[in-house]
């Protein structure tokens, strides 16, 4: 776990890690840099749902599992961070 939460904050260095818990991870924005997901600013009107959450889910493939990046905002499906076979 600790070496996917590293992939995250190496590919987004302005991001922090907030909580992490068996469901998810949350992390919050260091900077005013604009969501890669929702392309919005959550510093403005910031609230608890404004943080950005790493969960894993199904893959792209039969048998894979993803972790994902995910914004409330956003209508994407998340930033794919790595897969796995499961």
């Known amino acids: 776990r600790k070496h996917i939460i590293g992939l995250v904050?190496?590919?987004?260095?302005?991001?922090s890690l907030d909580d992490?818990?068996?469901?998810?991870?949350?992390?919050?924005?260091?900077?005013?840099?604009?969501?890669?997901?929702c392309n919005g600013d959550h510093k403005v009107n910031r609230?608890?749902?404004d943080e950005i959450k790493g969960e894993w889910g199904a893959g792209e493939y039969y048998g894979?599992?993803?972790?994902?990046?995910?914004?409330r905002e956003s209508l994407k499906?998340?930033?794919?961070?790595?897969?796995v076979k499961a």
């Open 77 to 83: 499906h998340g930033i794919p961070i790595v897969s």
């Open 64 to 71: 894979e599992r993803t972790y994902r990046l995910n914004c």
């Open 20 to 37: 992490s818990d068996e469901h998810h991870d949350t992390f919050n924005f260091d900077s005013s840099a604009l969501c890669p997901l």
């Open 9 to 15: 904050l190496e590919k987004f260095p302005y991001l």
């Open 47 to 49: 609230s608890i749902f």
